[in-house]
């Protein structure tokens, strides 16, 4: 049975599920005993002081329930299971590196912006390298000959392997985009610097996914919940890019060795549904920068190598939605400060989340209708493979 992709990634899912719950409850305590709680700043929102002193840096529970089932189920041969579980423990350090400057050494300013930006290109320019020079990192593009659609059996209608750093467009017919393509709009000849553009784009998105998920960590359950919806989706991506007989039925590229992958997010996602068990309002435990640093570089990378990174502003619609209304608030504040010699805000506070706080909203309200905008831009990002 462990030959089967579905029966390892459920095995996984739900070992992951029950570390969280069963060891969850245990590092709470601990975090507790050593006095690790949250200093909340005064926002002026309902209910906020009520959170000071809850034990934070509960990403910790996030990584090890997601670490444990990877090293048990997971083929470790695999350069994408090793990808990942890079990402997993570099951005896990760097966040409990904040959480530790800010918690244990008393400063509400953590690990410095230069060095949380030097940590994230650092983890870019890994992921960006061994995407384009590793052997097994291939993929296989559909044939689109009429005489080929027409006289092969499913599974059999791709071209051969190829190194390629080509991508999903979604909703769109023979639907692969080349980076070279931005290139030889210049020159043709200035294909051969692809790989600048390349590591540009995995630099823009691990760093922007990574601190949308940390701004949208502000009230109990939304980021995890939003998060292991996103998950969940990438999984069956994962699993449906990995199946030849499935992609070359979709007509999306079909990537060897990808599969394995869907494992790994199993995992994740049942790490997340179990710390969700504490999350959720009222919370007992934080995840700090060590969980939300991690969930964001996870989902980007898993983007990335699975060749939908394209899909991220619709999937992680709630991060991008996050993210956009801190950048117009900070950019209209001083717009209008400049032209008007005040600031004028678009949002009564920024994230958006606050925002509806603001306007008397419940923490709870709020988060289950993210939860809802997430699962329907969850199903719109399954559907687009099949809509085009």
Known sequence: MFQYLSFRSGLAFVTALLFSLLVGKRIIS???????????????????????????????????????????????????????????????????????????????EGLAGKFKILGQLILSLVIAGVMLTHDDIVIKTENHSTEIQNQKPLGER????????????????NNEF????????????????????????????????????????????????????????????AWISGNIMIADYLNIMYIPQIGEVSVFISAFAGALIGFLWFNAFPAQVFMGDTGSLTIGAIIAVVALI????????????????????VIMQRFWFKYTKKKYGEGRRIFKMAPVHHHFQKLGWHENKIVVRFWIIGIILAAISIISLKVR
Not at 158 to 173: Q, Y
Not at 309 to 324: H, S, W
Request: hydrophobic share 55%; glycine share 8%; no cysteine.
């Open 178 to 237: 080349d980076y070279a393509w931005i290139l030889k709009v210049i020159d043709k000849d200035w294909a051969k610097y692809t790989w600048i553009i390349f590591i540009l784009a995995v630099i823009f998105i691990i760093t922007a996914v990574s601190n949308a998920a940390n701004l949208t960590d502000g009230i109990d359950g939304l980021a995890a919940g939003t998060s292991a919806i996103i998950v969940l989706a990438l999984a069956l991506l």
């Open 306 to 325: 699975i060749r939908k990174e394209l899909l991220i502003p619709v999937l992680a619609g709630i991060f991008v939605a996050e993210n956009a209304s």
């Open 30 to 108: 601990r975090l507790r005993r050593m006095q690790i709680g949250e200093t909340v700043r005064d926002l002026g929102l309902e209910g906020q002081k009520s959170k000071e002193g809850t034990p934070t840096m509960g990403g910790i529970i996030i990584i090890l329930a997601t670490f444990i089932p990877v090293l048990l189920f997971t083929d470790l041969g695999n350069v994408y299971i090793w990808m990942l579980l890079f990402t997993l423990l570099w951005m896990g350090a760097i966040g409990f590196a904040d959480d530790y400057i800010k918690v244990i050494k008393k400063n509400k």
């Open 158 to 173: 791709f071209n051969a392997p190829e190194k390629s750093l080509k991508t999903t467009i979604p909703m769109v017919k």
